[in-house]
């Protein structure tokens, strides 16, 4: 239980009482600063406390905006100020200095009609936020919009204030903000216009965001398991199933913002689930076409590396420009520029780029309609375009960007590039000097890639071996130096081209039976561990403990792992298949247990996604 403090007597007629009531606080009563002061000392310390000015007039939903989010440490709107167990200390020192001032200095006007000399005429809750911005904790303050959050001092603002709130329907706009802001075309106008209702069906009944998560979780499982049995019916049956699912993974976010129910837990759910329910779809897929005689194993895992390589584009250019915008002016991005302002033109651009409700409308159209070879070729070549024009579109903003790129965000593309201990060994012994360290990180990094691409492409199982080699060292001599440079983001995705292909590849043309399925399951494991990693730095907890990324051996050593058990096993029957198996066992069962650790421990953030189009 949460607890409010009025900072004065309450006025009369006022619902304020009910509505912090109605949102879970107990409420207190205070006559000043100074006994405002005394019962916060009172409230248990690991509790969330929230001051509130009596005279407050507004929206519920204002309250519960300004009052009830746990992302925040400390926040507030008009009247109302909030703050959770960690930022409590600043507050009662700003609460302590006001009351000291309050008693040295004379008394401000009493609150009209409630005739108490400490009551102050400004609001109280205004004094203390500014005072804790000014202590270093940051008060988020939510927008509001058109909903009324005010502390009127005259009969007649208050009337005025009262009258703000009715011509307002409170219900609407609450239900509008449960919408991500910038969605796709097919999530935006199909989904979105249907599934908050269903978000607020759920809130309701008391169900939570991660009950719906789960939900959807169950319902992609299904559709998966539809899609395996090969039959026609089966495939139509997976495509609504699988439609069905989205909205529930919509609902859920839509539910979290409508009631403001975020949690560790939920971030966790929500930063994997999409990519584990849409992987599993490629599987069930790729297993119902091989009951009908195709195999389509190669084209399941082709999208599988496009698609996660095409997201680390994404995830490497925003980490690299976080704390230093885009880049500068060109031509391309004036150009940009004057499309975005055409309103078609940002719905087909956002289209284009197969974001995750065009995707998954796709592949469930065509899974009822088509084969599993068609839906997959429709991804890869979707998915093919959309790298392109996004990676060309983050190229354009980046090579004649001059802005300095602050440590942490060089220190997220390293960490982001999974350096294991192979290469971290190369770079600390051949780190460049002189001439050698104007090197280009990225010139070294596509010159590693190009060398196990060689290799690969030779024919011969230990020249793999060889360009894995080289591609150890080279990538260790790519991040020996900070990556500070305007297209040093590009390096991560390189390198998950490379590790991802060079599994592909070797499965693909290996003579061992399944061998391909088992490196599906290898690149899950491992792209899960990549996209646990990009939701811990968003979250300012930094990617994953040392001990983990040297366990697993970082990305350079996995590919000379894989490249060896394939000279040594690729034609002795099923050995690869079965090395390949036991290493995604291995991988998925460290990365996993490490994960779910860190998502449910009280220190995680609760960072839920709210910009990108997945």
Known sequence: MSTAILTGPPVPGSSLDADLRALGFAVEVASGPRETAALLARVPAGQRVALVDPRFVGHRHSLRLGLTDPRFAAAAVPGALTARPEARPALARALDATAADTAATAPGAAHPGAGHPQVLTAPLTDTLADALDADGVTVHRPALGTLVAAVPDEPEARHQARTAVQAVDEEAVRLKSAVKAHDGFFTTFFISTHSRYLARWCARRGLTPNQVTTASLLTALLAAGAAATGERAGYVAAGVLLLLSFVLDCADGQLARYSLQYSTLGAWLDATFDRAKEYAFYAGLALGAARGGDDVWVLALTAMVLMTCRHVVDFSFNEANAKTGGGSASAGLALSDRLDSVGWTVW????????????????????????????????????????????????????????????????????????????????????????????????????????????????????????????????????????????????????????????????????????VPAAFGLVAAVAYHHYDTVYRIRGGTGAPPGWLVRAIGGQEGRTLVVTVLAALLAHRGDDFTTALTALAVAVGLVVLVESIRFWVSSGAPAVHDEGETA
């Open 348 to 515: 087909a651009r956002r289209m284009i780029i197969l974001p995750i409700g065009e995707r998954w409308a796709m592949i469930a159209v065509l899974t009822a309609v088509t084969s599993p070879r068609v839906v997959f070729w429709a991804l890869i070549v979707g998915c093919s375009f959309a790298a392109c024009y996004t990676t060309a579109g983050r190229l354009l903003r980046s090579v004649r960007n001059r802005t300095p790129r602050p440590e942490a965000a060089a220190r997220a593309l390293f960490e982001l590039t999974d350096t294991g201990p192979l290469a971290a060994a190369f770079g600390a012994l051949g780190r460049p000097r002189g001439a050698a360290r104007r090197a280009a990180p990225l010139l070294l990094a596509v010159t590693a890639v190009l060398l196990l691409a060689a290799g690969l492409l030779s024919g011969h199982a230990w020249g793999a071996v060889a360009g894995a080699a080289a591609y150890a060292v080279l990538s260790g001599l790519a991040v020996a130096r900070p990556l500070t440079g305007p297209v040093d983001w590009l390096l991560p995705p390189l390198f998950r081209a490379g590790e991802y292909g060079t599994i592909l590849v070797l499965a693909a043309r290996a003579d061992a039976a399944q061998a």
